[in-house]
């Protein structure tokens, strides 16, 4: 027996498939699907916002301290203020930061972490003197920027101090005594270690003669802040080949001398 003819085939076909659907089903079957998405983005982001500010599980509870070399932990959580039990995500950490550096100077930078999920971290980098002032009793510490930071009773070990022997009043007003600190630290930057221990004073007779007071009685004209680095090799050379001089001038390095021995 022949088989069905091929128009048969196709008449059974759409037969077993059934009517065409309305384009009508097809639209609100896949509006219903974007519904149901929109609504589980919109629940999940509700969840996500009550995590982060409404849930107790991130909350700020800890506040840590890290770098401090002369503050202590309490004076910088204190300066710090830090609002504990509000959300972590909520702190305002540039805040922090700006009150920490406002109201302890001897900060000079400080990176403000939140620590998830209940910490915040405070890693302070303090100020280090590399000159100082004395004023009456006290000393003002100096740091290599020139910031005079904090005044403390007892002069810290090593550090030099910054005598200003300036006398002319039209010297200061050509160069204020602020700009003679910056340049007596710049000077200090280039004094080579080895000359840097026994360094006793920096003292600033105008913007172009200063000089250094050692131990031993020895004293180096150092001149301006120019050609730092070559002065400072000038000078380890001229004590190597005199060591037992009492003065040295390299305040033209390309000229120095040495006496006194």
């Excluded at 972590?88 to 406002?102: E, H, K």
């Excluded at 904090?150 to 050509?174: I, Y």
């Excluded at 730092?228 to 000038?234: E, L, N, S, W």
Aim: aromatic share 4%; no cysteine.
């Amino acid at each position: 027996m022949a088989g069905p003819t091929t128009a048969e085939r196709g008449e059974r076909q759409k037969l077993e498939s059934g009517p065409p659907r309305p384009p009508l089903i097809g639209r609100l079957r896949r509006l219903r699907r974007l519904i149901i998405l929109l609504l589980a983005v919109v629940l999940a982001g509700s969840a996500a916002v009550w995590i982060l500010y409404g849930s107790p599980w991130l909350r700020t509870e800890r506040v840590s301290t890290s770098g401090m070399r002369v503050l202590t932990a309490g004076q910088v959580r204190e300066a710090a203020d830090v609002p504990v039990g509000s959300p972590l995500i909520s702190v305002d950490t540039d805040a922090i930061g700006a009150r920490l550096l406002r109201k302890l100077p001897r900060i000079d930078s400080v990176d403000v972490v939140r620590s998830w999920p209940h910490g915040i971290d405070l890693k302070v980098t303090e100020r280090t003197p590399v000159l100082i002032v004395e004023k009456g009793a006290n000393f003002i510490e100096v740091d290599a920027k020139g910031v005079r930071f904090a005044t403390v009773p007892d002069a810290p070990k090593g550090v030099p101090v910054l005598e200003l022997a300036v006398s002319k009043r039209a010297v200061l007003r050509r160069f204020p005594a602020d700009r003679l600190v910056r340049e007596a630290v710049r000077i200090a930057a280039d004094i080579p270690d080895a000359v840097a221990r026994d360094t006793r004073t920096v003292k600033v007779r105008s913007y172009d003669a200063v000089s250094l007071e050692l131990t031993g009685g020895r004293t180096v004209e150092w001149g301006s802040v120019e050609k730092g680095r070559a002065k400072a090799r000038t000078l380890l050379a001229l004590m190597k080949a005199d060591p037992g001089a009492l003065h040295f001038d390299v305040s033209a390095p390309t000229a120095p001398a040495s006496s006194g021995s």
